[in-house]
């Protein structure tokens, strides 16, 4: 059985937090995301329901814009799970000065890197809730890279020349693991800086068992091929 | 009293200290008029816009102390754009330019630039006191002027402003012969501090009894500071980080053994709780904690430190301290009086969220209580109901439930009853802030029996215009009125015109007033401000009149339309 992108994973929707509305996006205004939760309000002309706003929360030196290119087909997977925790968010409510709403944010801005790329690029973990979200986040900052399905694994690769890439990351201890080994919020907290590594460089690992982009007890066998 | 000489009639005013009643006495008649206006010092505007610096100058000559607050209070919600307004620059430009000896300015929400202060610290020879709260527009560079010009100054202090950083000199630029600082709070600094100027400062301020430190503080600082001012009253913790184990610790455990006086604390922008065991001996005495900050301090801990705080007076928290935790505080904190619960997680679901029961909790544990501020997940009218019971007491009751148009989950009905007994049974209540599922009847209630209410705010409430009708006929001592996403349009608007004048200000957004509605009023009423705020060029000059207005402010004003507004908005 293959495990599944983020749906299953009772760690990622534990909080439900749909965090992917923080994000800054270039849509027109008015324009409603699809995977909204939206509460209907009986009675009043111009309810709660109706009122979405996009936030602009804070800019960062990401480049947000989200073309729904990859992430569609996975998001509309992972919303037929989603707890509707995910409220739309009203500009001004709760009505909690904007200063404290700051303050009460936590960053975590780790570097990326990619094999074979001039520079490195900022990501804050913060932002996103799930491996599956990191993961969309990868291909929309990467531009060379798509997610890609393969044997029901969700990969990262460049499809101008078939290069897959494995994301990994430094954590507390310096020591460079696998990504999506541990829960969300575990990996978060110990991740000091993402690495996504040419699959060819892992060459000699041999037989893996690998967790792909989830915490959950199951086995995949991969193999690297050059 | 018109045979006693002017002298005297001054000695007797001296005595009223608010506002009020000295606005209330220069009624009485010409003679008071003057005797209270050459001997009044202190004077408060609620909002800069209803009157002008030079008719302030004109009239109180002997003016020391100046509040001055600038944009309407959903400015604090991003509700209001950025530029709208609210400069403090004419106001200390007038008074620098008279005679005034102005030793105190306290502003809220208004913008003050780092020309403001540098002007501000060289007009006044006898500054003495600069309160900012929720203000913006200067750096670390204006408040550098205010330390370096400000001779006897006594007390900085900045409340959840907006600053740029640009270094932290800003502290070493009070003067060696500065030593008469009182209070000093920079809490809401975000950058770093030069921490051996810091320490020098405190160690020349023998009076100093209010210290808040910003996040750049940290843990060893924070111990030498105690160890030279073992007086403070009131304490801020900046960073409240370390190794329970080390020495710099053992040595704070001590120290704060010595600060007898601290009645009031705050802070732990950056905790580690398993260092918050060194201030459990300073607990007993505290009066005040605000813990709002501390996101850093998880239930258990934080119920473990409440534990401590039965002599509480007033206490600021966050949710995560649960329905659990705030049975703890009721039975802990008996003299309870004021308490906020602020969201930890203003966006996502909030597991730890509090609900009705934390609350019927503490009004049965805290039958002082006079002030709430509550976020929430959900409310039950029965439990208002309970509350409306055990706290008669209320003065501010503002519940807001994260979900702003939920019912009572346990019968599904609007909240209408709840709120209802609430201003039954709270009859010398004068704030109060509404959420969750409203009809028309919470305002028939509001307007039969909130006879002191002087504040209300309104989201996403009522049914009809009856709603905004009964609240402005049957609330007569109302000030200040603000309104979101109700289905309040031109009829409630217009239906008593005389009423905004009693009134410092309304507003109303995304309601059902039409430009239409703002235009009639503001041609019947010359002495009110009808602004409307245009954002998105949804409206033209020639726009319909029928066309909804998106927010609309109005405002009492003695000086006509402001000149200083912006191009979004118009003064009609």
């Avoid at chain 2, 403090?88 to 105190?104: D, Y």
């Avoid at chain 2, 907006?162 to 009070?174: N, V, Y």
């Avoid at chain 2, 009829?491 to 200000?505: I, N, Q």
């Avoid at chain 2, 009639?520 to 009423?525: E, I, P």
Wanted: neutral net charge; proline residues 5%; charged residues 25%.
């Amino acid at each position: 059985m293959s495990p599944e992108n983020g749906k299953h994973l009772p760690e990622s929707d534990a909080t439900g937090l749909n965090l992917k509305e923080t994000e800054l996006t270039l849509r027109l205004p008015g324009e409603i995301r699809g995977d909204i939760e939206i509460k209907a309000k009986s009675g009043t002309k111009r309810g709660f329901s109706q009122i979405i706003d996009l936030n602009h929360d804070r800019s960062s030196d990401v480049d947000h814009e989200h073309d729904d290119r990859g992430c569609d087909k996975l998001e509309n997977e992972t919303l037929a799970i989603k707890p509707p925790a995910a409220k739309a968010q009203v500009v001004g409510w709760p009505p909690v000065r904007g200063f404290r709403k700051n303050a009460m944010k936590s960053f975590k801005f780790v570097k990326v890197a990619v094999d074979g790329a001039p520079f490195l690029r900022k990501l804050d973990l913060e932002l996103y809730s799930s491996y599956q979200e990191l993961l969309c986040a990868f291909d929309n900052m990467f531009s060379c890279l798509t997610i890609c399905n393969y044997l029901n694994e969700k990969k990262l690769m460049d499809t101008a020349n078939g290069v897959e890439y494995v994301p990994t990351y430094e954590d507390k201890d310096g020591d460079w693991m696998l990504v999506g080994d541990v829960p969300w919020k575990m990996f978060v907290e110990s991740c000091k800086r993402l690495r996504l590594m040419k699959s060819s460089e892992a060459i000699g690992l041999g037989n893996l068992l690998f967790r792909a982009w989830g915490y959950i007890p199951c086995l995949i066998y991969m193999s690297f091929t050059i | 009293m018109n045979y006693f000489p002017d002298e005297v009639l001054e000695h007797v005013f001296d005595f009223l200290t608010s506002h009020r009643d000295r606005n209330a006495v220069s009624l009485v008649c010409s003679l008071w008029y003057r005797v209270e206006r050459f001997s009044r010092q202190r004077v408060f505007i609620g909002n800069c816009y209803a009157i002008s610096p030079e008719k302030l100058i004109t009239r109180f000559p002997g003016l020391k102390s100046l509040t001055l607050k600038g944009k309407p209070h959903f400015a604090d919600f991003n509700l209001v754009p950025y530029d709208w307004g609210g400069y403090v620059q004419p106001w200390i430009e007038a008074l620098a330019k008279s005679r005034i000896g102005l030793e105190e300015l306290r502003l809220k929400r208004m913008v003050v630039s780092d020309d403001s202060l540098e002007l501000l610290s060289r007009s006044f020879a006898n500054f003495k006191t600069l309160v900012l709260v929720s203000c913006e527009g200067f750096t670390t560079d204006g408040l550098a002027a205010i330390a370096a010009n400000c001779r006897f100054l006594r007390e900085l202090d900045l409340q959840e402003n907006e600053i740029d950083d640009h270094s932290g000199h800003w502290l070493s630029c009070f003067p060696d012969s500065c030593t008469s600082l009182t209070s000093l709070n920079f809490a809401c600094l975000k950058g770093e501090i030069n921490l051996a100027s810091l320490e020098r400062l405190v160690a020349r301020s023998p009076n100093l009894r209010s210290l808040r430190l910003n996040r750049a503080v940290p843990l060893e600082t924070l111990q030498k500071i105690l160890m030279r001012a073992p007086l403070l009253v009131d304490l801020g913790t900046g960073s409240y980080v370390h190794d329970p184990d080390s020495e710099t610790y053992n040595k704070l455990k001590t120290t704060i053994l010595k600060c007898k006086s601290i009645r009031n604390l705050s802070g732990f922008l950056e905790v580690a709780p398993r260092c918050l065991p060194a201030i459990f001996p300073i607990c007993l005495n505290l009066t005040s904690l605000n813990l709002s900050y501390a996101a850093g301090i998880h239930g258990s801990e934080l119920i473990k430190l409440i534990r401590h705080c039965a002599k509480l007076q007033r206490l600021w928290i966050l949710d995560c301290i649960g329905d659990k935790g705030l049975e703890v505080v009721a039975s802990t904190c008996n003299e309870l009086q004021e308490l906020r619960v602020f969201p930890s997680d203003p966006f996502g679901v909030g597991h730890d969220a509090v609900t009705e029961n934390g609350l019927v909790a503490i009004s049965i544990g805290c039958p002082k209580l006079h002030s709430l501020l509550y976020f929430c997940q959900q409310m039950t009218n029965a439990a208002l109901i309970t509350v409306a019971r055990n706290c008669p007491n209320f003065i501010r009751f503002r519940l807001c439930i994260l979900d702003p148009t939920r019912p009572d989950p346990v019968t599904m009905k609007p909240l209408d009853d709840g709120f209802g007994a609430i201003v039954q049974s709270c009859k010398l209540l004068r704030r109060l802030s509404l959420s969750g599922l409203l009809t028309d009847q919470v305002f028939l209630y509001i307007g039969m029996y909130a006879e002191q209410l002087e504040m209300l705010s309104v989201a996403f409430a009522g049914d009809s215009d009856k709603g905004m009708l009964y609240v402005l006929n049957g609330c007569k001592k109302l000030r200040k009125l603000e309104i979101r996403d109700c289905p309040f349009g031109n009829m409630a608007l217009l239906s008593d015109v005389g009423k905004y004048e009693t009134m410092r200000s309304l507003w109303m957004s995304s309601c059902e007033v039409t430009l239409w509605g703002c235009k009639t009023l503001a041609k019947v009423m010359p002495r009110l401000n009808v602004e409307i705020i245009n954002e998105h060029d949804q409206m033209e000059i020639c726009a319909e009149d029928g066309q909804r207005v998106e927010k609309m402010y109005l405002y009492r004003t003695l000086v006509g339309p402001r000149k200083d507004a912006p191009e979004f908005v118009w003064n009609l």
